[in-house]
């Protein structure tokens, strides 16, 4: 496998070449969760679960021991509610080869991960993909460590092995590029709307100020 410059336009993210891999969105797993607002992370997951579903980028649910760990976040279930989570006992999922055999039949080469924790569940199989030679994106702002330093020495773990540190809004802009696009520019304003927070409250005046006509030439 040929792994792709880490600069220029070849480096951006597209939907035709994205794979997204959500790893063990838990209760069991929050419940540990101190590098950021767990509340923060669900929405997050949950909003880059929805472009997903928007930019038809195939996506792999995994749990990790559900009988003790829980179920996957119903948020989350929701955006798949045909989808059954891979659940593992491994605790790298890249060593599960049921989760290997499911990117893989992709065809996709930009590997997306998001999990909890960032320290094990996304650095482990983050950099194993990325020396079987994938390009790996993992998305800091949906996953989540037991500390705020435990997620942020798997962030410079992941880049010493080349892995590609993202927030989740930035994958919305990679793969969208360009608002001209409107068959997904249309079903992208309503997730941003209900996950970006502030930037999505700006898209919504934005757009209140697109639907309203102008009078006499002076503006709105």
Request: proline letters at 5%; glycine letters at 8%; hydrophobic letters at 45%.
């Amino acid at each position: 496998m040929t792994r792709t410059a880490k600069a220029g336009l070849d480096a951006l993210l597209t939907p035709e070449q994205s794979v997204l891999v959500l790893i063990d969105h838990q209760p069991f797993q929050f419940a540990n969760v101190h590098s950021h607002e767990p509340t923060m992370i669900v929405n997050n997951v949950v909003g880059l679960a929805k472009l997903a579903k928007v930019f038809d980028v195939p996506t792999v649910l995994t749990t990790v021991i559900e009988d003790r760990g829980g179920h996957l976040i119903k948020g989350l279930q929701d955006v798949f509610p045909d989808q059954k989570p891979i659940n593992r006992t491994l605790i790298n999922t890249w060593e599960d080869r049921r989760v290997v055999d499911a990117v893989e039949r992709t065809g996709r080469t930009k590997l997306i991960l998001a999990g909890l924790w960032t320290e094990i569940c996304v650095a482990m199989p983050a950099i194993q993909a990325a020396g079987e030679g994938y390009d790996v994106f993992a998305v800091t702002d949906a996953s989540g460590g037991v500390s705020a330093e435990a997620h942020d020495m798997a962030v410079r773990r992941m880049e010493q092995a080349g892995v590609v540190p993202i927030t989740w809004m930035a994958v919305s802009g990679d793969w969208q590029r360009d608002w001209a696009r409107e068959s997904t520019a249309a079903a992208l304003g309503p997730v941003l709307q209900e996950h970006a927070g502030g930037s999505g409250i700006a898209l919504a005046w934005e757009l209140q100020l697109l639907a309203t006509p102008t009078t006499d030439g002076a503006g709105v």
